[in-house]
Structures are given as C-alpha cells and as structure tokens.
C-alpha cells in the first residue's frame, strides 16, 4: 500500500509541467515567510518576554487594568 | 500606563489591513473555481465526452495557479497576532485555538490527499473516485474557511466564553454556542457565496476574452454556460446571505449599521440610501443633512433590518448619546460601566495579591456585574465608538451596486448564450471582461465594510483595537508594512503573469497541470 502511494506521488510529481514551477515557487515563498520573515521580523513577543504563562497572564492582566491608552 | 505611540496602533491596523486584503485576493477564487471545476467534471463523468476533461483539465491549472500563489498568504496575520496583537492573541488563545488548529489540520489532509489525487490521479483512479477528490477539495476548502469565519465572527458577537480574570484569558464554555454563533454562519454563508461569485465572473471573463478573440469558440461558450448559470444562483443566494448577515449587524452592531447606512438621526420605517455621497463636513452633533446628494428606498433599512416596514433603527446620535424612550443606552453609560469593570478587575488583583478572600470576592462580583462592558472602559470619549463613516458608507454600497450588477449581468450572459448570439454581442462580452476587476473589488469592498466598519473594536464591546495592540516600536512596524507591500506585490504581479502565459497558451495546451 505505501509503496503504490509512493509511487503516486512520485509520478504525479515527476509528470508535472508547470506544477514544478509552481512548487519552486511555493518553497522560495514559504522559505522567505518562515525562515526570514517569521524569524528575523515576527518575534512572538509574550514568549521570548517571559518564561512561563502564568508571567503572560499578570502582563496582560497589567496591561488591562492600567487603564486607557 | 505604558505610553503607547499612537501611530504604532495606526500601523498595525494597516499592516493587519494590508495583509487580510491581499490574503483575500487568492481565497474566495479558491472558494467558488473548485466548485466549478467539480461541476465540469461531473459533466464529463456523467457523459463520457473527452472535451469536458480536457475543459475541466484547464480551469484546474488555473486554480493550481491561484492556489499556490496565495498558499501561506494568511499564515503572515498569525505572525502579526504574535507580535504586533499579543495582549489580542493572549486574550483570544482558548477561544482561537480549536477552530484554528481543526482548520489547520483540515486543510492540511486535505491537500495531501485529495489534491493530490485531483491533480495526479487523472490517470491513476477510477473516474467516480477522481471526481469524489474534486468534490472533497470544493467542499473541504469550504469547510476550511469556515473555522477562519467561526473565529472573525466570534470578534463580531462574542459567545460561548467567559473571561477568567485570574489568566486574563477568555475561556471557551460552549463550542457549539460559538460554532452556530449566528453571526458567524452568516458570514460563512456570505463569505463563500461572494467567493462562487467571484469564480464565476473569472471563468466568464476569461471566457468572454477568448471569445472577443474569436478564438476557442467551443470551450469559451461551454465554459460561459457553467459559468453564468452556477453564477445567477449562487449570486441569488449571496442577497439571501447578505438579507441574513445585515440583520445580525443591526442586532449585534447596530453602530455599524449605521455608519453602512450613513443614518445619523434613527427612526421608525427608514430608508435605505441605494447611492449617495455623503457630506464631507457633517459632524455627529450638528444638524447639517449627512448626504449631498441620495436616492433612496422608502422602508428599505427598516425591512432589510428587521423585516418590518415601521421598524424603528437606531442613528449614531442615538447610539452614542443614548435615547431613555427607546432605552438605548448611551456611550458614556457603557463607559461608565466599563470603567467599573476595569477598576473592580483591578481590586480583584490586588485582593489576590495580598490573599484577601473576602475582597476578591467581592471584587469579582463587581466585575461580573458589569463585565459586558470592560471595552468601553478603556475609551476616552464617547464618540470613539464611531467607526469611519465614509469608508464604511462607500465600501459596503460599492459591495452592494456591484453585486447587483453581478446578478443583471450573469441573466444577461445566460440569456445570450442560451439563444446563441452571445458572441456577437460585443459590448457583453466586453462587459464580462470588466466585470471581473469589479468582482475582486466588491470582495474587499465587503470586508472593509466588516473590519472597519466594527472599529474601535478588537472584540466587540470587549477589547478596543489601542488595548489590543502589542507595545513594540511603531518604525518596526511601518518596515514590515512595506516589506510586506513589496512581497504581496511581487506575488500579485507573479499569479497575473503565470496566470496570463496560460490563459494565452489555452484549454488545448494545458493537458498536464
């Protein structure tokens, strides 16, 4: 079973046109957002910030009862 | 107080805009070609005929296009709750976390299987089986939208939760009270049928330019018939979405229904404006008249509201300074109640600090006694509950008139195509072809409406967008903002380009996707 799914995959990708482009173009596209964008722009602040969510909790708790911005 | 730049809340509302307005240019084609690529194929299946394979064949490579170029397009706004909305994303975690993690598991057996088979099996599997695939991608891509609109239309009308105020977090209490959350199937509803919309307007246009080129005649009328039929009834059922969907608003976010309507004073059978410009200079305390110039439908908003005639619809005066004879509350008493919440929310924390049982009790029934409000408490005046009016206006009556147009136009099409002389109609065909722009315009017309028109809400009544906001440089930002214009861009001008080069090439040509 897992070798005719191997195996259709395989062809599947071995016959495609413009579907390799297409692929090429997915891996720069995902290379870019998840390695570039994700690591060096998009920090997740409350988990680089603090160690545990019981720190997050009492920072947003902070943030919600000190009122108006 | 952390002071807060108030450009920093600016940008990241236009990153998070940028970002959902570019997202939502690939997926509603997603949406509807799927469903049209499943009907050619039935067709195909049901008569054996060859040519319909090969039809169906070339709107899949179309969609293979699509869907590749806006694949992970909509990861970027996770990126963004993380940074930009963490007190957002810590708030909404429990409520976001399984509709999210279901679509996003959902989306990706999807593709791993059914996909594959759509695309390598033709071959490979039996007809019926080749033909299930594509009907499961239609309906499993549909299916996948709906966890994302379960989640926006939660932030609508929030349901099914409570705020614990111990992990400042919104814990989930019913998931069916979410998941058939009215405001949220409604918006599915609509969603995907603007979506077929869409998908129907792209293949008519395509169709309708082969055709201006008296080129392949055959495949462009076939693919029109499809097309414009599967066009009229899904644009019919679009009004019916969206008759549901305005009624939710006016129940759920009748300040919004307002600024839709530009309705400043309210009152029993109003109108509602089927075009109108609206006066730049109009200020929600004077009495100048809000338009310039309007046509409007007597009993109209009264009826699409509540299906009554006389119907009494509240106007911004009436929403944000209250109306005791209507018992509308007014902003400043929301307020004022909000301002309880957050001070009663913050004895509850100093009580549990110092372990004082007695006063954290008390200070959680404080709380829970005005909860509904805790957002207003964080306003600074009662006119901030006014969302952008203007854009609000134009964008839904830009969504409306076009969808309208959509409906003549698909029994215009259909009409011709039915008695054969649509090929030599040249002004119909090339209203096809312009059409499709006005399509993807009503698309993000539509959602503008819905983003915009519910600010200064993150969660309505609960969380304004300033406390939504994560308290990072605003430069950071505005760099994201445009590099994230550059990408989207480049990603546009790669879909129309390879899009283009094979909408060029032909049906003929385009045997192997």
Redesign the interface.
Known sequence: MLKIIYHFYRDGFRNMKLGKRLWVFIAVKLFILFVVVKYFFFPNILEEKFNNDEQRSDYVLQQLTQGKK | ??H?DPSL?DWSRAQFALTALYHWIFVPLTLGLTFIVAIMESIYVKTGDEWWKNTTKFWM?LL??NF??G??TG??ME??F??NW??Y???VGDIFGAPLAIEGLMAFFMESTFF?IM???WE?VSKRAHLLSTWLVAVGSNLSALWILVANGWMQHPVGMHFN?????NEMTDFWAILFNPNAYSKFLHTISGGYVLAALFVIAISSWYLLKKRNIQFARRSIMVAASFGLIVSLFNVTTGDDSARQVAQHQPVKLAAMEGLYDGKPGAEIVAFGILNPNKKINDTQDPFLFKLAIPYGLSVLSYHKLDAYVPGLKQLVYGDKEKQIMSAQGKMDRGTKA?TA??NY?KAKASKDKLAQAAALKAFDADSAYLGY????APEEVIPPVATTFYAFHTMVIFGSWFILLFMIILYLTMTNELHTKRWALWAGVLSLPMGYAAQEAGWITAEVGRQPWAIQDMLPV??A??N?SSG?VM??FW?FAV?FTA?LI?EVS?MTT?IKIGPKE?K??
């Open positions: 107080m952390e807060l809340v490579g293979a296009i590749a170029i694949l992970a990861i970027i990126f963004e993380g940074t963490s007190n994303s810590w708030i594959a695309f390598f099996g490979k105020p111990d992990t400042a977090r957050v929310l913050t924390k408490g964080y306003l600074k300033g406390m906001t994560s990072i950071s760099i994201t590099m990408l990603l790669a390879i094979q385009a192997h996707v």
